[in-house]
């Protein structure tokens, strides 16, 4: 960890760490190993969280300079209390560590991380997070080549934030500490395309619309209960003050209809494009854009509209 420190400042990064509290496969008291061990419910589990877990955690949190996250996962067998217990812990050492959902049960956490992969349907208020994998594994597997694309990777991020999300994409290095070939050559797409576009990216809010997303399926349900939405793709709205950023990801060809446009727009333009405004008339608060015959970006094409009130 004193290299990965080393490294992270070097790069002007913040350090954080995964931190899996509860589940441990060498411990009798710690959770989940129910073949070498006792079963869950017949553990002294506060034995396993006051010898071992808490005190693992103090050390990160003393050795290794300020922490930005500990990202806590697995929480079987914690309870608000204990929850508490552990985020007092960390609070009373560095108090600026955020703390994601999966520390357990009870409000002790600073943001919600959500299911494996899973992205919500619309824009969900509060700060979260959908960690996802690149490919179908979490850490290196030589023979999981399902890896996604480019233009799925750059869908999933818009998606995710326009509906007021973070994307937390998971890499695996391989044994000598490389990221695997595949891994490299999606996200240096993706990344010459946000060095075009991150403006709509980074700090941006989620859509003012909520159309686009898709709609519910009357009568129909997942396995837990939540209703089935019908996905739609052709295009996402990322937001920042007196900005509307439209991703085009099916391009509409020579004109682009935007309704439920509130306040005046000023400018239209694409962002691979800036020098070249874009014709548009607002009636109504139904915008008419013009645009080129064919997109003129990979992955996404996207255009700002700048607005007053």
Not at 217 to 224: E, F, L, T, Y
Request: hydrophobic residues 30%; contains cysteine; glycine residues 10%.
């Amino acid at each position: 960890f004193k290299e990965l420190q080393a490294a992270c400042a070097k790069r002007g990064l913040k350090l954080c760490f995964y931190y899996s509290q509860a589940t441990d496969w060498h411990e009798p008291n710690g959770a989940n190993n129910t073949w070498d061990f006792p079963p869950n419910d017949k553990k002294d589990f506060d034995q396993y969280l006051r010898d071992k877990s808490m005190p693992q955690v103090k050390e990160l949190l003393t050795n290794y300079g300020p922490i930005g996250l500990i990202w806590f996962d697995v929480p079987t067998l914690m309870t608000p209390e204990r929850s508490k217990r552990m985020a007092d812990l960390v609070r009373s050492i560095q108090p600026d560590t955020l703390i994601n959902s999966r520390l357990g049960p009870g409000s002790y956490n600073d943001y919600q991380s959500r299911g494996d992969n899973e992205i919500p349907p619309a824009v969900v208020p509060g700060a979260w997070e959908t960690p996802a994998t690149i490919n179908d594994t979490w850490g290196y597997k030589k023979d999981d080549q399902h890896w996604k694309s480019p233009e799925d990777i750059c869908f999933k991020l818009v998606d995710i934030v326009s509906k007021g999300g973070n994307y937390l994409l998971n890499v695996g290095p391989d044994g000598q500490g490389e990221i695997p070939q595949a891994s490299q050559d999606i996200l240096r797409k993706v990344g010459a395309w946000l060095k075009v576009n991150g403006e709509a990216v980074y700090g941006a809010g989620p859509t003012p619309f909520g159309d686009e997303l898709g709609q519910p399926v009357p009568g129909k349900k997942d396995r837990r209960g939540r209703p089935l939405y019908e996905e739609k793709k052709a295009w996402r709205c990322t937001t920042k003050p007196g900005r509307l950023y439209v991703h085009f990801f099916q391009w509409p060809g020579s004109s682009f209809t935007l309704a439920g446009v509130k306040g005046k727009v000023t400018k239209a333009y694409l962002l691979a494009d800036r020098d070249k405004p874009l014709a548009y008339e607002l009636s109504g608060g139904s915008l008419k854009v013009s645009l080129p015959e064919k997109a003129p970006g990979e992955l996404a094409t996207v255009m700002c509209l700048e607005t007053a009130e």
